[in-house]
């Protein structure tokens, strides 16, 4: 089970992190993703931890998204900096068993395990 939070509204050029707390199964074992998914698009892959700590970024956040994981509490993080009202979605975080090079990563049906969502929204 997945559960994000820290979504929110917040101006543009401002920042947030979302967190995502894992239960019920081995955390060191997983690959992570984040997601979001805006009104009328597709989920976009944001950001991978692989379980052998790999680290991947879509062109869309490089430099201004940054994930990271805490595995002593069984939760990853996204740290999100210099938004702006194209970042407002819904950011999901996901989970997979194993390690994950981005070309798979990157895609929603490379893992088994979904957080609820947490909705961002990026003022103008």
């Known amino acids: 089970q997945l559960q994000a ?6 101006q543009a050029g401002g920042s947030l992190r979302l967190s995502c707390i894992a239960s019920g199964f081995t955390f060191d074992n997983y690959a992570f993703g984040w997601f979001r998914q805006a009104p009328g698009k597709e989920r976009e892959g944001l950001s991978c931890i692989s379980s052998d700590s790999a680290e991947y970024y879509a062109d869309s ?9 805490d595995n002593a509490k069984s939760t990853v993080y996204l740290q999100m900096n210099s938004l702006n009202p194209e970042d407002t979605a819904a950011y999901y975080c996901a989970g997979s068993s194993g390690e994950l090079l981005w070309n798979n990563a990157r895609y929603s049906d490379s893992y088994s395990y979904w957080g609820q969502g947490t909705q961002v929204t990026v003022s103008s």
């Not at 939070?5 to 917040?10: I, Q, T």
């Not at 956040?61 to 994981?69: A, D, L, Y």
Request: charge should be positive; hydrophobic fraction near 35%; glycine fraction near 26%.
């Open 5 to 10: 939070s820290g979504g929110g509204l917040v």
């Open 61 to 69: 956040v490089k430099g201004r998204f940054t994930m990271s994981s």
